[in-house]
C-alpha cells in the first residue's frame, strides 16, 4: 500500500506543529516551574574569595562546570558578570531561552556545530570585564569529559581558569546522556571554586600533546572541585567533651 504524496507532507506539517508547540509549552512551563524551585533552594559556597580575588584582579576568569549541573549553575549565579557558551541544539535551544529570561548573556555554538564563530566571539568578550562559562562536555558528552575550547580560549585570551563543581543535598536525576542533576525543593546546593589550573600555556592554543594533557587535567580539577562541593553538605561530625 503507497502513502499519498498529499498525505505524507500533511502529517509532518502536524508533528512540526506539535514539536513546537510542546517545545513552547516546555519552556514557559518549565521556566515557571524551575523559578518556583531555585526560590526554594539554599546555597553555599566554597572558596568564593577565589572568585573575587580574580575579579579584584581585573583578571575575569573562564569558568567551566559539568553540562549536567547546569540547573544549579544557573541558580546560584543569577546577577553574575557571565557569558555562557550553550550549543546551537534544540535542548541548548531551550537552555539559552531560560538562561536568557533569568539575566544571563548566552553564546550559541559547541564542539559539534558553530564551533569558530563562538570561539570567535567568547575571544571578543574575554577583552570584556565579564566571566566567560563553558560546559566543556557538552552538548553530546561523553558525560564529564573535556572539549578542548575551553583550553583554548583560556591560553589565547590569558584569562585564568576557575573550575566550579556544584553539589545537591537532595536531587532527581534524568537518564539522559549527561545526568542532568535537578535539586529537589528545599535541597541545600554547594558551589564549590577551584583556582589551581591558572592560565594554560600558550602552547594549548595548538592541538597536541600539551592541549590534550591540560583536557585531562582540567577534568580532575573539575572532579576534584565537586568532590569538595559535596564534602561541604556532609554533617560536621560532633564533638564530645
Request: aromatic share 8%.
Amino acid at each position: 500500500m503507497t502513502t499519498s504524496p498529499l498525505v505524507a507532507p500533511l502529517s509532518s506539517r502536524r508533528r512540526r506543529w506539535k514539536r513546537r508547540f510542546t517545545n513552547h509549552l516546555a519552556r514557559w512551563f518549565g521556566l515557571w516551574l524551575y523559578r518556583a524551585l531555585a526560590r526554594t533552594w539554599r546555597i553555599q559556597f566554597v572558596n568564593l574569595d577565589m572568585r573575587e580575588a580574580l575579579h579584584r584582579a581585573n583578571t575575569p576568569p573562564v569558568i567551566p562546570f559539568w553540562h549536567q549541573q547546569i540547573p544549579a549553575a544557573i541558580a546560584s549565579h543569577r546577577g553574575y558578570p557571565v557569558h555562557v557558551l550553550i550549543s546551537q541544539n534544540r535542548d541548548g535551544a531551550m537552555i539559552a531561552d531560560f538562561a536568557l529570561r533569568l539575566g544571563f548573556q548566552a553564546v550559541r555554538g559547541s564542539s559539534s556545530k558553530g564551533a569558530k564563530g563562538a570561539v570567535r566571539k567568547m575571544l571578543e568578550l574575554a577583552k570584556g570585564p565579564d566571566a566567560l562559562g563553558f560546559t566543556p562536555d557538552g552538548p553530546r558528552g561523553p558525560l564529564h569529559s573535556v572539549a578542548p575550547g575551553v583550553i583554548f580560549v583560556a591560553a589565547t585570551s590569558r584569562r585564568p581558569i576557575l573550575a566550579v563543581g556544584f553539589a545537591a543535598s537532595r536531587y532527581w536525576q534524568a537518564k539522559s546522556w549527561d545526568r542532568m542533576v535537578i535539586p529537589k525543593p528545599f535541597a541545600r546546593i554547594a558551589v564549590a571554586y577551584d583556582d589551581s589550573m591558572g592560565i594554560p600555556c600558550i602552547e594549548a592554543t595548538q592541538a597536541g600533546v600539551e592541549q590534550e594533557k591540560l583536557c585531562a587535567h582540567l577534568k580532575k580539577v573539575m572532579d576534584s572541585a565537586e568532590a569538595a562541593a559535596k564534602a561541604s553538605l556532609q554533617p560536621k561530625p560532633r564533638l564530645h567533651l
